[in-house]
């Protein structure tokens, strides 16, 4: 194995690998020993890179939201009217909820986690923050919050459902919440 100074990316393999493993098996089943299995780095990289799991699980899902909020800003950040943004939420719930599995473990195993420990409730936060931003573009407080949390549930019933509601349903749910403000 190639030490830290010739292998520059094994702090960001270290917080893959955790990813992957609490996809897998959840934040229960992830320790040190198999994140460094998984990353292919020595045990002692664990505690060389983070200061404990703590720190290494905050990282992990700081990383994570981030990746769901430049998911959020590529839909909602281009709509130039409220019926652009209409169809952008639209899309926005369909692309989530048909994407990765993987994504939408993680993001129900951040959201357990925000709930048990108050500490991970500032990513969790900062993500319905930056989603909001967006949607206040175009729709009143109120209504971007309501609109949140609409696909928040939206994603989530049709990436479980046998069988997933279609686009008109959703469009239809988006429209009849945003239909009243601004």
């Not at 893959?16 to 780095?41: C, F, N, P, Y």
């Not at 939420?89 to 959201?111: I, P």
């Not at 931003?133 to 928040?152: G, I, N, S, Y």
Request: avoid cysteine; hydrophobic fraction near 40%; aromatic fraction near 4%.
């Amino acid at each position: 194995m190639a030490t830290g100074h010739t292998d520059p990316q094994r702090r960001a393999r270290i917080v893959a690998a955790t990813l992957d493993l609490i996809a897998e098996e959840g934040v229960a089943g992830v320790s040190h020993r198999k994140i460094a299995a998984r990353a292919g780095v020595p045990l002692g990289s664990m505690t060389y890179h983070f200061g404990g799991i703590e720190e290494l699980l905050r990282e992990a899902f700081g990383q994570f939201a981030g990746h769901v909020v430049a998911v959020f800003d590529a839909h909602l950040a281009a709509p130039a009217d409220r019926d652009e943004a209409r169809e952008a939420v639209t899309d926005l719930v369909h692309t989530l909820s048909e994407g990765s599995g993987r994504d939408l473990v993680l993001t129900q195993e951040l959201y357990t986690l925000a709930a048990r420990r108050p500490a991970y409730r500032e990513l969790t936060h900062e993500w319905m923050r930056r989603s909001r931003l967006h949607l206040e573009k175009h729709f009143d407080p109120d209504t971007a919050r309501q609109l949140d949390a609409l696909v928040e549930g939206l994603i989530l019933h049709r990436a479980l459902a046998r069988e997933p509601h279609d686009r008109a349903l959703t469009a239809e749910a988006v429209r009849r919440i945003t239909t009243t403000g601004r």
